[in-house]
Nanobody
Framework: VQLQASGGGAVQAGGSLRLSCAAS????????IGWYRQAPGKQRELVAA???????NYADSVKGRFTISRDNAKNTVYLQMNSLKPEDTAVYYC?????????WGRGTLVTVSS
């Protein structure tokens, strides 16, 4: 499984960005796909994920502001990020899990200025 992330950038607080993650390879066996982030000096944390059964999981800090969705025809997962805050600044990583194996895309930087 290969994951290609895009859509990061710089935005002011209150703004919006949309991240995309295109999956290729044997994606039909993926148990879940989603996004993690890592801020400077902090551990990588789950932001949002969607399971094979369309169950959604969000970090408490982004609930109500971020929305994860996917387009099965395009094998692409999206993260719509609204009402961005400076504390959302981080490198965002697309992640997928299949049969207990983790796959990671290259990170994309999101910078939110106050």
């Amino acid at each position: 499984v290969q994951l290609q992330a895009s859509g990061g950038g710089a935005v002011q607080a209150g703004g919006s960005l949309r991240l995309s993650c295109a999956a290729s390879g044997k994606t039909f066996r993926l148990n879940s796909i989603g996004w993690y982030r890592q801020a400077p000096g902090k551990q990588r944390e789950l932001v949002a994920a969607i399971s094979y059964s369309d169950s959604l999981n969000y970090a408490d800090s982004v609930k109500g502001r971020f929305t994860i969705s996917r387009d099965n025809a395009k094998n692409t997962v999206y993260l719509q990020m609204n009402s961005l805050k400076p504390e959302d600044t981080a490198v965002y990583y697309c992640h997928a899990e299949e049969l207990r194996v983790d796959y990671w895309g290259r990170g994309t930087l999101v910078t939110v200025s106050s």
